[in-house]
Structures are given as structure tokens and as C-alpha cells.
């Protein structure tokens, strides 16, 4: 139990569907990321958010949309994602996005688009 | 790209120490080396990091070189839960990016 819940676990969608994924961390942290992490492939930095403010963008394409409310939740909203986006999405967070402040991960959701 | 090189896979006899290497020939002065693990389909676990001097936690040890151009992660009695895939990470001070490479599969072996 590292501190940051990810919900739903597992997530089967259509390419037609809208859905999102949630995100919160129980540590006091003020930054958070959104990673992606294809089969067989490197995860991948999608998003950072420090202090509510997104920070980076590592061109993603716009069907994934991010949102943090405060510095606790992080969302990523999807909507008519293409089958090569099925994949487990990370979300991670720490105290501050410089020095070497750790970064603290949760478990996932599994994402799979027919 | 990742700018750590790591084997892809490596097996180790439960009770035993699990050495795992890691070269980061380009590593600079500024740059700490993270290593964390992540068992099948579960988030990567942070397990320690350093910038020149060893260092040990309840966890593991990690040696880094004189040179610091490679380091081995050393996890004194492998269990079966400690089969996974370990990262091993280079990351600047001041920034926050983990370039993940693909890692090497520790298998423990009963």
C-alpha cells in the first residue's frame, strides 16, 4: 500500500465510450502524473500537475484528458480511444516535481478498448 | 531513451542474494540512481536511490561505483515474492522524469 488508489482496477471499454479514470493519493504530495505502460514497452510520461497546475504535456493526443481538481485527486478522462491505447495507466505522485522528491505509485487500471 | 543499460533477465536461488547490475556509463555529476520494481501488473514500488556514497534500507543495498558509471542492486535474501522486474533509473536533481527502461526480470527460484 504505497498511498495512491487508482479506481476502476480494470476498465473494458468501446471505441465509442466515454469513461474516466480516478486517482488519489493519501500523502500530502503536491504534484501527481499520469504514465502509460503498453505491453512489452517502457512506461511512458503522459502528464505532470504541480500544485493543481498541469506542468507537461508529453504530446498526447487530445482523446486523453486530464483534470485535477486539487492536489489529492487527478483524473484522466477518455473518450473514443483507439484499441492501441488498451494498456496499464499509472498514476503516480510526490512531494514536489523537482530535487529528488520520490515518486510514489498506485496500482493501476488496466485499460482494454474494442 | 533510457540511459541505463540493465540484462533482461536474470534467476536467483531463494535465500540466496540477488545481485542485479546496472550501467549508466553517461551518468553526471548531478544524476541519482533510483531503482524500483514492479511485480506483474501491480505499480512500481520504489525500493532505493543514491547519489555516490552505498546505501542500505530495509529493502535492499545499492553499490554505486567510485566512477559511478554502474551500480548493483543487492537484495541479501531473495524470497519468491521478490520475483519481478526491476528498473533501474537515472534522474537529474531538479527534475522530475523517470525515463523507464524495460528493466530486468528477476526470477526467484525455490
Known amino acids: 500500500e504505497t498511498g495512491v488508489t487508482q479506481t476502476p482496477r480494470h476498465l473494458v471499454m468501446g471505441m465509442t465510450n466515454k469513461k474516466s479514470l480516478k486517482c488519489e493519493q493519501h500523502?500530502?504530495?503536491?504534484?501527481m502524473y499520469w504514465y502509460k505502460q503498453s505491453a512489452k514497452k517502457p512506461l511512458e510520461l503522459m502528464f505532470v500537475?504541480?500544485?493543481?497546475?498541469?506542468?507537461e504535456n508529453n504530446s498526447v493526443p487530445s482523446r486523453f484528458s486530464p483534470e485535477c481538481p486539487n492536489s489529492s485527486h487527478l483524473f484522466l478522462h477518455l473518450h473514443t480511444l483507439q484499441p492501441e491505447d488498451s494498456a496499464l495507466y499509472l498514476c503516480a505522485s510526490s512531494q514536489d516535481p523537482g530535487s529528488q522528491e520520490t515518486q510514489y505509485f498506485g496500482p493501476g487500471t488496466r485499460l482494454l478498448v474494442l | 531513451d533510457a540511459k541505463t543499460t540493465q540484462p533482461p533477465s536474470m534467476d536467483c536461488a531463494e535465500g540466496r542474494a540477488a545481485n542485479l547490475p546496472c550501467n549508466h556509463s553517461t551518468i553526471s555529476g548531478n544524476e541519482y540512481v533510483y531503482w524500483y520494481r514492479q511485480i506483474h501488473s501491480q505499480g512500481p514500488q520504489y525500493i532505493i536511490h543514491g547519489l555516490k556514497n552505498n546505501e542500505t534500507n530495509e529493502m535492499a543495498s545499492l553499490i554505486i561505483t567510485e566512477d559511478r558509471k554502474s551500480s548493483t542492486l543487492i537484495l541479501p535474501h531473495a524470497t519468491l515474492r521478490d520475483t519481478a522486474v526491476y528498473y533501474c533509473?537515472?534522474?537529474?536533481?531538479?527534475?522530475?522524469?523517470?525515463?523507464f527502461g524495460t528493466g530486468t526480470r528477476l526470477k526467484v527460484l525455490a
Open positions: 500523502l500530502g504530495h503536491n504534484a
Open positions: 533509473i537515472v534522474r537529474g536533481s531538479g527534475t522530475y522524469k523517470y525515463i
Open positions: 500537475y504541480n500544485f493543481k497546475e498541469q506542468t
